[in-house]
């Protein structure tokens, strides 16, 4: 779990606004657009298991990776975890990832919680695998992505105390 604070300002749409953009080699700015990136980002707050076949399902449909970043609910800035959903030739593989920086200024990679297996985004937009590098496994990469993360947040919140680009947000129900 990481607490991110941002002075009052909710976490959700500045992490999953970053993340992809620190993916990248060179890592782009934070106002300007993303093209050609074949990989979806979302955030949600509470409990990721009961929306499991939902979210695999559509990701099978879409052939097109995603990454939902879970929190704890509407009103704790408390990310719970990672979880990927990546279509492969017999379904879909779904695992908890981590962030992972190798070195500052380079793209950051996901890899898997328990350090199995690693990916990056190739120079073709798309989520591909890489060697678990050594960094991932101690676990020092892992606290140096975070940091990276919560740097290019609190940047892209800083002047406006709000995230200042323009977004929208679902908001889902459970039946019954």
């Not at 996901?110 to 990916?119: G, I, M």
């Not at 990469?141 to 975070?146: E, L, M, N, S």
């Amino acid at each position: 779990m990481r607490h991110l604070n941002l002075g009052g300002v909710c976490p959700r749409l500045s992490l999953i606004h970053v993340l992809p953009r620190a993916m990248i080699q060179p890592n782009p700015s934070s106002y300007e657009p993303l093209d050609g990136i074949n990989f979806a980002i979302a955030a949600m707050n509470g409990a990721l298991r009961e929306h499991l076949p939902v979210l695999a399902s559509s990701v099978q449909r879409a052939g097109r990776p995603m990454l939902i970043v879970t929190f704890v609910d509407a009103n704790m800035p408390v990310c719970t975890g990672m979880t990927l959903f990546r279509p492969v030739p017999a379904g879909v593989e779904i695992g908890r990832v981590e962030p992972c920086l190798l070195e500052d200024g380079g793209a950051l990679i996901l890899v898997a919680a328990d350090r199995s297996k690693a990916f990056g985004i190739d120079g073709k937009g798309e989520l591909v695998e890489r060697p678990v590098p050594r960094l991932a496994r101690n676990g020092n990469g892992i606290d140096r992505a975070w940091a990276d993360l919560e740097r290019r947040m609190f940047e892209l919140v800083k002047d406006t105390g709000c995230f200042p680009l323009g977004s929208w947000e679902l908001h889902l129900e459970p039946l019954g």
